[in-house]
């Protein structure tokens, strides 16, 4: 695999997803969570949210991209993890809704892993806390 | 009604094994984004030194949530799924899951806690190939609304 270059405070090249209502039906099919919130408005809105939103793990599944694609292995991620913070509601439109995923290497650790910290934001707020990774480069 | 902690501790093993599809871990990597050549191409895969094209980080994520589903909506957890939110998520790696994997789950309930009329209640579901050998765990929190 490629050689990558890093020291504490290297931010990472960010990721931009679009997520669209068929993003969200790939997903649920593809993952076999068929929550009807990630879905179907009617459900989504009879049990308070503002609309349907996207699943948890498709925005943590986009998010470790920034890593995947910076170090060009997913094999290489022994660790990751992500608290959700704020649902990320999806339109029924063509446009869906934006998500940016921006990651930066913290420490670089005894074992000689790395931790990087990740974070999603979407319309202007954090989607996503306490979202780090430890790679084995 | 609030979840009972006394089901801290308790471990639910999951009645059959899961095996890992090569179409599934394409399927999933293409629902996630993920192109990486380890996760569609099997000659790259092969290359890379592994069995099988690989699964995404989230990959076992199909398998856990499955499994805790049916763990925790046990009448003696109670957990209502209808109500239920995801709070946090982790994923841990002894060696990569690949394409092939007979996997099976084994939940414990780590943890039930009350936060401002919300349960929130933490799994861990540990990951065990054919062989028996650990292949990594996985955290999930979920916070059930309150009525």
């Given amino acids: 695999m490629s050689e990558v270059l890093y020291e504490v405070g290297t931010e990472l090249p960010p990721v931009t997803v679009r997520f669209t209502r068929a993003d969200l039906v790939r997903y649920a099919g593809a993952s076999g969570d068929l929550n009807l919130i990630h879905w179907h408005e009617r459900t989504a809105l009879a049990v308070g949210l503002p609309g349907v939103i996207a699943h948890g793990m498709l925005t943590m599944g986009h998010a470790i991209r920034v890593v995947t694609e910076w170090i060009g292995d997913p094999t290489k991620v022994v660790d990751y993890q992500v608290r959700f913070t704020r649902p990320v509601v999806v339109p029924d439109d063509d446009e869906g809704t934006e998500v940016t995923f921006t990651g930066k290497v913290a420490s670089i650790n005894d074992d000689d892993t790395l931790t990087v910290t990740l974070s999603a934001t979407s319309a202007g707020v954090t989607v996503m806390a306490k979202a780090s990774a430890v790679v084995r480069p | ?147």
């Avoid at chain 2, 028996?132 to 309150?146: D, E, F, H, K, P």
């Fill in chain 2, 1 to 147: 009604m609030a979840l009972d902690a006394a089901n801290v501790g308790r471990t639910f093993i999951a009645p059959e094994p899961y095996l890992v599809g090569r179409e599934k871990i394409r399927e999933f990597a293409q629902a996630t984004g993920e192109t990486s050549p380890l996760c569609h191409d099997l000659a790259a895969a092969r290359a890379a030194g592994h069995a099988d094209v690989v699964a995404p980080v989230t990959f076992p994520i199909v398998l856990t949530l499955k499994a805790m589903g049916e763990a925790v909506t046990d009448p003696s957890v109670g957990v209502d799924w209808s109500r239920v939110v995801h709070g946090d998520q982790r994923f841990s790696y002894r060696r990569p899951l690949v394409a092939g994997d007979e996997l099976t789950v084994h939940t414990v309930i780590e943890s039930i806690k009350t936060l401002a009329g919300n349960d929130m209640i933490t799994l861990r579901g540990d990951l065990f190939d054919a062989a028996g050998l650990a292949l990594g765990s996985t955290w999930t929190s979920l916070v059930q609304r309150g009525e």
